[in-house]
């Protein structure tokens, strides 16, 4: 398993402005993703974060809106640039861990972060 | 494209009582892995089973076990002896079987277990 800690774990932002979603993971993982969960709604994935190369986007989300680091194999950033009210969601970062300990290539969420924009 | 789709928005059950949870999925991948997350209140998202799609047997882990029908498309979850820290929004998911495969979900079912 992996243990994930995200920061900040909740946050109030004003709209137009940016925030920066910090994942760490205690050992080096294959993939890291990012998603987000609106209220009462299910999880969408953002982008993969790839190491050292630019984040792959999911259809519906762009790299200008939501920019992505990956600099090593246990840390990735996720901005929300020029935020508006339906930007308010859960932002959740997940990774997942390499090795024949984990088969099936099971992915492992972090505690998430509640994001909510005036 | 992969669509995962959970009929049952809310449920609830009685403490020690059993409950089923149902999912359907659409593919036309052969070799793929389902799997049933629990997102409690505190948001953190638990995985409490998997399935492999080439496996007839169904995956069981303690008072958790699923009912998958492969030509049905259907992965249904039961649970057993309900406790109360089962309340929890239950999602469904899917991954191809590629290493790179991404995980879909289904909308979630919110759990209520009563005491």
């Known amino acids: 398993s992996a243990v994930i800690s995200q920061k900040p774990s909740r946050d109030i932002c004003q709209r137009g402005t940016s925030l920066t979603i910090q994942c760490q993971v205690d050992s080096q993982v294959t993939m890291m993703f990012w998603y987000r969960q609106q209220p009462g709604q299910s999880l969408t994935l953002i982008a993969t974060?790839?190491?050292?190369?630019?984040?792959?986007?999911e259809s519906g989300f762009v790299i200008d809106k939501f920019p992505i680091s990956r600099p090593n194999l246990t840390f990735s950033t996720l901005t929300v640039s020029n935020m508006s009210p339906e930007d308010s969601s859960i932002y959740l970062c997940?990774?997942?861990?390499?090795?024949?300990?984990?088969?099936?290539?099971?992915?492992?969420f972090g505690p998430g972060t509640r994001l909510t924009v005036l | 494209a992969q669509t995962v789709t959970q009929s049952q928005p809310e449920m609830s059950v009685q403490e020690a009582e059993t409950v089923t949870l149902s999912c359907t999925y659409d593919?036309?991948?052969?070799?793929?892995?389902l799997f049933w997350y629990k997102q409690p209140p505190s948001r953190q998202m638990i995985l409490v089973i998997r399935q492999e799609a080439y496996k007839q047997q169904n995956a069981t882990e303690n008072r958790f076990s699923v009912n998958f029908q492969k030509a049905a498309k259907s992965f249904s979850l039961k649970i057993s002896d309900s406790q109360l820290g089962d309340t929890a929004m239950y999602f469904c998911?899917?991954?191809?079987?590629?290493?790179?495969?991404?995980?879909?979900f289904g909308r979630g079912t919110q759990l209520t277990v009563w005491p």
């Open positions: 593919t036309s991948e052969n070799n793929y892995y």
């Open positions: 997940s990774v997942k861990v390499r090795g024949s300990s984990n088969p099936y290539n099971e992915q492992f």
């Open positions: 998911a899917f991954k191809r079987g590629s290493t790179l495969g991404r995980l879909y």
């Open positions: 974060a790839n190491q050292g190369s630019e984040a792959t986007y």
